[in-house]
Structures are given as structure tokens and as C-alpha cells.
């Protein structure tokens, strides 16, 4: 039987629309799933309950007295825990925040609200989202629905975990090196980096950067699309908006994979990807490769791509956090001080070249699109590890450059600010979920949303990539979790 919280978002947004399902009904379905799951998982660390029960039935009142209804009206959303929510406790993952309770709503939180989103707690991340391991000194870990002992990914691991254990419909989440995209693939859902400007942040202090993208993560494609039409906009505050129909992206027209041509790349040329994750890769490929008009070996020219964004990296950071550091220092996390200690002497002269390095590898990027719908590529440089190791200290058999270079496949992608879909796509041999990267032209997320919709159906046809989903039942029963 299928229960509330069981239902994608477009679901749950029809049924709502047709007065068939109650937002309150809604709601308490998928409270009585946090408290079933959330123990074994430690996705869901602030819970605002009594906050969504007053919007769940202003929400069902609205409905009722027939009043003009957002894109996400009634549906429970969990919101990232870096951005500010209004009376909701916002930590970003720091002791130095334990007890930090804002006064006002992030921009993103915002329009949620606005759209009729029912905010129903805050998903865990790790300290000011530094690294791709979800797992801070306040909460601890978020632990792989499929198997707890793995890491949920990261930094948006609470949103992943979230989705794909049917807590809520919809989680945001913000994406630097492989925020939304990495947590995605491990958990099993469907997450968009969009170009960097089409969902307006002011919380970048690096105003021109790509670092620091908000994304919409959900079920499915649909449901990703429904939010990313919610949240995107024009904001002056922020340096890369720009003009935008949000509008489109709830009209996805069909596409024939048979019309597709597609460019495939393991590494990009230069992301170290391990060998394991390669061979599951080329499994995938091979299943799809038959239903597109052509599927072709890429060489992505993408040299001196890991230096220059390790340091555009460091800069944002810097931009970010220099403050935190001159005062609290190694009170900080770990990750983060490294990174900011590693930038901090370098010169004028080696932020300019990485910049100019950034600008030769968007230039020569661009020529995939001439002959290619979307480039595909492993959403992550390995498998899901242990969330008790910080990070994959070898890679390939050789020394980690930095805890940042396990997710470089999807940090390249970053680096030329490119939009990229994260789709499940069945299972990798340890049973956790395996992700692909769809990787579109700039500024073309409704039609990478089209294609990324077709990839779906295509996925779904064959037992080997269909989306898994986590044993439920057995999470509900566990005695162990993230806290």
C-alpha cells in the first residue's frame, strides 16, 4: 500500500491540486517516516515540526477557501543545513554554531515559503559543507541508506538520504565541487547542479565564482524540474543571475534516446577514477548505448583542471571563511583549515594563472557541444566508502592530492560552470547505489531536464539501472546510526 510520504512530489502536488490528499495528511505520513528511519540514518538533524504543522494546514485551508496555490503548495520540504531559516536552529555544521537560531530566511528559503513549500526540519552537512563526506563535530555522520556503515556523500548527504528513505518529496541542496551531484548518486536519487546564477545565491562572498551553486534535489527528474521552477530567479544580489521563464521547466516535452548524441568520458581526462568505479561505468554504458543515435568516446582536453580548481577552491573559501580562520583558527574543521592554510601563501600572479588555466579549459569544453546533446561521465571517482575515514586517502594506488580530489570527475564540471544532472542508475558490487553524471551546455537545464527524463525511462527499462531503493523496513528496525 502506498503511503503518503511514499509519493514522488508531482504526485503529491496532483493529488493535492485535485483535493484528493490533504497537505496535513501529507505531512504527518512523512513525520511518522523521519521518526521511523531518521535514527538508523541522521539525515533529518533539526525537526521543525510544530512550524510545518501551522503551514501544512494553512496550506489545507488554502485549498478549501480555493485561493491561488504555489508550485509547491502542501509539500514537506527539508532544507540544508547551511542555509538560514527563520526560528529554525541553522548550525552549518559548526560547534561554533550549535545553538545558532536565525531571524530570517536564507534567499532560497524564501521562495520556498513563497511557493507554498512546508518547511519540515534541516538535513545534516558537514562543517560549512567542506568536503564530501557528511560527518561534523555536531551531529555526526549521515550514514548510506544502504548500508549504514558507508558514507551518505556530501556535503548535501541529508538531503540524499532524506529522498531516498521517503522522509519528504524534496530537499534543497548547493553544490561547489559535488554537493548536490555526489550525495545523489550515493543515495540513490536525482540531483542538478544548474549553471551557476539560475537560482539566485547571496551567499557567495566570491561574487563571480562557481563555487557555492543552489540545486534542487528529488526522486525524479519531474520532481527536480517542479523545484528548480520554484526556486529559480532573477535576484540582483547576486553578481551571475540572470534573465530567466522559470516557468519552462514545468513542461518537459518528450525525447526519443534515439535522437541522442552522446560523448562518454571515465575521467575527463584527468580525474584520477578508480578502476572499479571505470568497469561499472563501461557495465552501464554498454546497456544504454544501443538506444542512441550515437555513443561515442570523448577526450575531454582538461589540463591543469585539478590545480586550478584546487585554487579557485581555496579562494572561495578564503572569500568565505577568512574571518572564522583569523579568530577560531584550528577550532575549525580540519578539511577547511587545510584548504584555507594551502591558498593563503600563494601569490597574486598564481590566482591570476589559474584563472587564465579555468578560461583556456571552458573554451576548449565548449567544442563537446558542437556534435554532442550532453556528455556522461561516473558521477564520483569512487564508491562509497566508509563514513569513519574522512576521506579516500589513496586514489588509484597513489597518495590523495587533498580530501577534495575523490570527487574531481564532478568538480571539473564545476570548474567550467557547466549544468550536470545526477541520475541513479542501479547498483555498484558492494550494493550501494552507482550514479551517472549528464553534463548539458551552459543555460540549458530544460533541455537537459528533457534528456535527463529520457535517461530515466531508459534506465528504468533494465533491472541492472533501474533507481534502487533502500530496504526500508529494515532501517525502521535498526539499532544503529549516525548518532
Same mark, same amino acid.
Given at each position: 500500500m502506498t503511503r503518503p510520504c511514499d509519493l514522488t512530489a508531482t504526485e503529491a502536488q496532483r493529488l493535492i491540486l485535485a483535493r484528493q490528499l490533504s497537505p496535513v495528511d501529507l505531512l504527518e505520513s512523512c513525520i511518522e517516516q523521519i521518526e521511523a528511519i531518521n535514527p538508523s540514518v541522521n539525515a533529518v538533524v533539526t525537526k521543525a515540526y510544530d512550524q510545518a504543522r501551522t503551514a501544512a494546514q494553512a496550506a489545507a485551508s488554502a485549498v478549501s477557501d480555493g485561493k491561488p496555490l504555489g508550485l509547491l503548495h502542501g509539500l514537506p520540504v527539508v532544507i540544508k543545513d547551511l542555509n538560514d531559516t527563520k526560528d529554525i536552529r541553522t548550525t552549518y555544521g559548526s560547534p561554533l554554531y550549535k545553538d545558532h537560531v536565525p531571524d530570517q530566511d536564507d534567499p532560497v528559503v524564501s521562495r520556498i515559503r513563497r511557493q507554498g513549500g512546508v518547511i519540515v526540519g534541516k538535513t545534516n552537512t558537514p562543517e560549512f559543507g567542506t568536503g564530501s563526506n557528511t560527518i561534523?563535530?555536531?551531529?555526526?555522520?549521515?550514514?548510506?541508506?544502504f548500508d549504514t556503515t558507508?558514507?551518505?556523500?556530501?556535503?548535501?548527504?541529508?538531503?540524499?538520504?532524506?529522498?531516498?528513505?521517503?522522509?519528504?518529496?524534496?530537499?534543497?541542496?548547493?553544490?561547489?565541487?559535488?554537493?548536490?551531484?555526489?550525495?545523489?548518486?550515493?543515495?540513490?536519487?536525482?540531483?542538478?547542479?544548474?549553471?551557476?546564477?539560475?537560482?539566485?545565491?547571496?551567499?557567495?562572498?566570491?561574487?563571480?565564482?562557481?563555487?557555492?551553486?543552489?540545486?534542487?534535489?528529488?526522486?525524479?527528474?519531474?520532481?527536480?524540474?517542479?523545484?528548480?521552477?520554484?526556486?529559480?530567479?532573477?535576484?540582483?544580489?547576486?553578481m551571475l543571475s540572470y534573465p530567466v521563464d522559470p516557468s519552462v521547466f514545468l513542461s518537459l516535452k518528450h525525447v526519443g534516446t534515439s535522437t541522442l548524441r552522446v560523448a562518454v568520458s571515465e575521467d575527463l581526462g584527468f580525474a584520477p577514477v578508480d578502476q572499479e568505479v571505470r568497469k561499472i561505468f563501461r557495465q552501464k554504458i554498454d546497456i544504454l548505448k544501443a538506444s542512441f543515435a550515437a555513443c561515442d568516446d570523448y577526450n575531454v582536453e582538461m589540463e591543469k583542471a585539478e590545480s586550478a580548481y584546487w585554487h579557485l577552491r581555496g579562494?572561495?573559501?578564503?572569500?568565505?571563511?577568512?574571518?572564522? %580562520?583569523?579568530?577560531?583558527?584550528?577550532?575549525?574543521?580540519?578539511?577547511?583549515?587545510?584548504?584555507?592554510?594551502?591558498?593563503?601563501?600563494?601569490?597574486l600572479a598564481d590566482a591570476a594563472a589559474a584563472l587564465a588555466d579555468?578560461?583556456?579549459?571552458?573554451?576548449?569544453?565548449?567544442?563537446?557541444?558542437?556534435?554532442?546533446?550532453?556528455?556522461?561521465?561516473?558521477?564520483?571517482?569512487?564508491?562509497?566508502?566508509?563514513?569513519?575515514?574522512?576521506?579516500?586517502?589513496?586514489?588509484?594506488?597513489?597518495?590523495?592530492?587533498?580530501?577534495?580530489?575523490?570527487?574531481?570527475?564532478? %568538480?571539473?564540471?564545476?570548474?567550467?560552470?557547466?549544468?550536470?544532472?545526477?541520475?541513479?542508475?542501479?547498483?555498484?558490487?558492494?550494493?550501494?547505489?552507482?550514479?551517472?553524471?549528464?553534463?548539458?551546455?551552459?543555460?540549458?537545464e530544460h533541455r537537459l531536464l528533457e534528456i535527463g527524463q529520457a535517461l530515466e525511462s531508459l534506465l528504468a527499462r533494465h533491472t541492472e539501472t533501474r533507481r534502487p531503493v533502500p530496504n526500508m523496513v529494515a532501517l525502521s528496525s535498526s539499532d544503529h546510526g549516525g548518532q
Open positions: 561534523n563535530r555536531v551531529f555526526g555522520p549521515t550514514c548510506n541508506p558507508r558514507t551518505s556523500g556530501g556535503s548535501s548527504g541529508g538531503a540524499g538520504v532524506a529522498l531516498a528513505t521517503n522522509m519528504t518529496p524534496l530537499a534543497n541542496g548547493s553544490d561547489s565541487g559535488a554537493s548536490v551531484r555526489n550525495p545523489a548518486a550515493f543515495c540513490g536519487v536525482v540531483g542538478l547542479r544548474p549553471t551557476p546564477g539560475l537560482v539566485p545565491s547571496s551567499r557567495r562572498a566570491m561574487g563571480l565564482s562557481f563555487n557555492g551553486v543552489e540545486g534542487p534535489l528529488g526522486r525524479t527528474v519531474a520532481d527536480v524540474a517542479l523545484f528548480l521552477a520554484a526556486i529559480a530567479d532573477v535576484d540582483s544580489r547576486d579562494l572561495h573559501l578564503l572569500a568565505s571563511h577568512r574571518d572564522k %580562520y583569523d579568530k577560531h583558527g584550528n577550532d575549525l574543521d580540519r578539511n577547511l583549515v587545510d584548504n584555507l592554510e594551502d591558498v593563503l601563501p600563494h601569490s579555468q578560461t583556456r579549459i571552458y573554451q576548449k569544453f565548449q567544442r563537446i557541444f558542437d556534435n554532442y546533446d550532453v556528455l556522461i561521465t561516473p558521477a564520483a571517482n569512487v564508491l562509497p566508502f566508509p563514513h569513519a575515514i574522512p576521506y579516500p586517502k589513496t586514489l588509484n594506488g597513489r597518495p590523495a592530492r587533498h580530501y577534495a580530489e575523490w570527487f574531481s570527475i564532478s %568538480y571539473g564540471i564545476s570548474l567550467v560552470g557547466h549544468p550536470a544532472l545526477s541520475l541513479p542508475a542501479g547498483l555498484d558490487t558492494q550494493g550501494t547505489p552507482f550514479g551517472l553524471q549528464v553534463v548539458g551546455p551552459r543555460f540549458a
